[in-house]
């Protein structure tokens, strides 16, 4: 091992937590063998140009975040994460059980409820949930989707076991950082590449299109398909360019948008343009004035009476925010077993439910050693972890549970497995999570092979988040066999070479031109 | 003007051109040849070399020797480097007549040619600043030179010579047994989001080769690429306005572009090579004739004279 994995065992050991890349005693597990090879041959100096180069690329295509109004380059590690074909293929069916779960339940919720008729989740669950929208109830949305895309976040505990850590099924985002991040590091340590087959991530815009599309309402032919942005402001926002770029639709803000008589137009410049389909970045509070937040600019009014009377497809429908409530998420597993019969592949982490009483004690007698979050929180915000929390913090989150305990849970505090992750001058244990995405076309849960792979740079830290000072890792799914070809596009029947002249027989000037070389000789 | 401008500024437009063609070729193909297993590695960067017109001088020949070949060889016009500084050796000898932004846009492009990490990560960022300085170059063309017969010499050089790059550019997807995707041709071009603007769901081999070979809108697909120099040529001779064409290059030029532009086929994936192929001859036809014409009129006469 080169001097940058000097002393790696000893910190990842202190961690306690799984190492993705070594098993004890520092050997690298069979998946990063290439890769170990790979990094052995670079120098410090190969790694920090590299890094640099990297670093530079991201921030001359404008792959940022938006952190404080400022435009950051989204930090993109070195070292990738590797997942071995065996391990993917239980994620993979895990994700989309899970996704077809929650899709049956979010019918059933905005239906007949009978998941509380049955008496599987109580009733106040849902009716509590900030995001059940009573405005949508009580139709099924063109296509017959709700759930189009999601990303479903999973971690490794202590034993190197994935769990499920939280549904995003609203606007999940980061999906951009997974294209963006493959092409840098193709570029930045094009070495690991070779002669390993590491599923390609390219064809997630198309099967993106491809699903939208086919959810469009019904009787459309040719549908058109929009991405909905909030604008340039929005922290997103480079991944909502960069999506419509790929798909190669039109990216629209609400003021581009109008309803009349339940369809939905677009202001071109050859008069107005019916649109079919909506890819909606934009929270649901903010994207109908006639239904929501009547002060909101961002939506368009009329959008959802227009999508009741299915007169255009919205993705993600409208209300999906219920199915992600973290309190709703701690009944997931029975969902599966209610919905689809079958048993969770993937399990939940430990929650405790703040509103059952012996539950609630427990939690705030051991408030100091738990994580405590918000149900209805994304993005990491309000979640407060015990053991690095100050007294005073711990005090007023211990009223904020006593005043609403519906509005929390609890969970064991997990060590995340941990990726080597360059810092400053040398390789060192950082903490990761990975958040794979899933398109539902109505038939099929299709799952991006691999998936964002967050890392939190600072040492110790468990918060992934890039508003947090988190960071990404680009994530490699290893092909089942190594025959598999890199690229997906089937190879055209050229290589026969049959040579059928299409062109006129070269004319007389040619005969000229002989002349004339002769002729000059 | 004088002849020897004249056909220093054609040939600033072609090199230019080409350095331009080589780096977004090289750095679309770098990425899969490190995918490769060695020994395959070595067969696709010789058909590689092949494909760019140009043949291995030693037996020995692998990934580093195909990027000095392509990117880092000075004494020869089939790499970036050399074409570079044949370009700033035409700028030189045409000093007077190109802008002096121009010229130092050139000149300052050599001196830093040198300055670049020669491996694999160095070469990407290398081709990045090749497209960048080339980028430029035709920028100070377009906006500080008169656009008279000069200028018109280097945007005919620019525009045959582009149209050659593409069609190399569509050749070296074969050379790859599994292919080359479409999506890196279309990157490779430039193309990519403009293609899928136009194509939006509909997305296949064919439409992509459609677009490179004969899209109307599309500033380096050949047909676009055709007519640029087509124009420049009409520009430069307008003495034929009526019927036929005594002009050499423009025939040449107009009936590959019309060929093209106006072919209808089924198979278009089959027919790729041959395109290809004679869009390559017809550009070094139409380079030959015009410098004939324009460039070398002591030869011209004589034969001139033979005839009569």
Known sequence: MSDLFEDYSIAAERTGAYDEMFAPGQAARPSYRQLAGALDGLSLADVSARADSMARTFLDRGVTFDYAGEERPFPLDIVPRVIPAGEWTVLERGVAQRVQALEAFLNDVYGKMAVVSDGVIPRRLVTTSQHFHRQVHGFEPAGGVRVHISGIDVVRDAVGTFRVLEDNVRVPSGVSYVLENRRAMAKGLPEAFSQQPIRPVEEYPRRLLSALRKTAPAGVDDPTVVVLTPGVFNSAYFEHTLLAGLMGVELVEGRDLICRGNRVYMRTTAGEQRVDVIYKRIDDDFLDPLQFRSDSMLGCPGLVNAARAGGVTIANAVGNGVADDKLVYSYVPDLIRYYLGEEPIIANVDTYRLEEDAAREEVLDRLDELVVKPVDGSGGKGLVIGPDATREELETLRSRVLTDPRGWIAQPVLQLSTVPTLSGDKFGPRHVDLRPFAINDGDDVWVLPGGLTRVALKEGSLIVNSSQGGGSKDTWVLAESPDVPIEAEPRHSISIRERTSVWPVESSWRDRDRQAEQQQQ | ?308
């Open chain 2, 1 to 308: 003007m004088l002849s020897r401008i004249a056909e220093s500024l054609f040939w600033i437009g072609r090199y230019v051109e080409r350095a331009d063609g080589t780096a977004r070729i090289l750095d679309v193909h770098l990425e899969r040849l490190n995918h490769l297993p060695p020994e395959e590695q070595r067969s696709v960067a010789q058909e590689l070399l092949g494909v760019m017109g140009s043949r291995p001088e030693k037996d020995e020949f692998g990934l580093s020797e195909l990027l000095h070949a392509l990117a880092y060889d000075r004494s020869h016009a089939t790499s970036i480097a050399g074409s570079l500084g044949a370009a700033r050796e035409n700028a030189r000898r045409a000093r007077e007549t190109v802008s002096s932004s121009l010229w130092e846009c050139l000149n300052t492009t050599f001196y830093g040619l040198s300055q670049h990490r020669k491996d694999v990560v160095g070469t990407y960022r290398f081709c990045n600043w090749v497209l960048e300085r080339t980028a430029m170059a035709r920028g100070h063309a377009d906006t500080t030179m008169s656009h008279d017969e000069g200028w018109q010499f280097m945007v005919l050089g620019r525009s045959l010579e582009r149209a050659d790059m593409t069609a190399r550019m569509l050749s070296t997807r074969e050379v790859h047994t599994a292919g080359m995707s479409w999506v890196n041709m279309l990157r490779c071009a430039g193309a990519y989001e403009s293609f899928l603007r136009t194509r939006r769901a509909a997305f296949d081999d064919r439409h992509a080769a459609e677009f490179l070979l004969m899209d109307r809108l599309f500033p380096r697909s050949i047909v676009y690429a055709l007519r640029d120099a087509d124009k420049a040529l009409e520009k430069l001779d307008p003495s034929d306005q009526r019927v036929g064409f005594i002009n050499d290059a423009r025939r040449i030029v107009g009936q590959a572009r019309t060929f093209l532009e106006f072919h209808r086929t089924d198979d278009l994936m089959v027919e790729l090579p041959e395109h290809m192929e004679r869009v390559q001859k017809a550009v070094a036809q139409a380079s030959d004739a015009i410098s004939r014409k324009y460039f070398n009129r002591a030869d011209e006469q004589a034969w001139v004279g033979e005839v009569s």
